[in-house]
């Protein structure tokens, strides 16, 4: 069983950047690809970025060069990094973590809101 808490949203103004933070507790942190999803009112969840347990990334594009995920294994931590913000990055960030292997093992974090608005 792994447990996802998300951290560090808020409210930002278009152009700025907010990092949020996603800790997981449980064994095998390791052996998860880790990703964050998005969903803004009236909208389905989509990808934002995923990372894999060997650090290879991926991005959607409406967020490549401007978001930036990285993880750290010691500390069973995955972060999100976001700059020039826009108001269409506003909505609930979700961390979210899949087995390697074991691709049914899968989990989600209860979500952190980010407000882009001037």
């Known amino acids: 069983q792994v447990q996802l808490v998300e951290s560090g949203g808020g409210l930002v103004q278009p152009g700025g950047s907010l990092r949020v933070s996603c800790a997981a507790s449980g064994s095998g942190f390791s052996l998860f690809a880790m990703g964050w999803y998005r969903q803004a009112p009236g909208k389905e969840r989509e990808l934002v970025a995923t990372?894999?347990?060997?650090?290879?990334?991926n991005y959607a594009d409406s967020v490549k060069g401007r978001f930036t995920i990285s993880r750290d294994n010691v500390k069973n931590t995955v972060n999100l990094q976001m700059s020039s913000l826009k108001t269409e990055d506003t909505a609930v960030y979700y961390c979210?973590?899949?087995?390697?292997?074991?691709?049914?093992?899968?989990?989600w974090g209860q979500g952190t809101q980010v407000t882009v608005s001037s």
């Open positions: 979210n973590a899949k087995h390697a292997v074991f691709r049914k093992m899968e989990y």
């Open positions: 990372i894999t347990p060997g650090g290879s990334t």
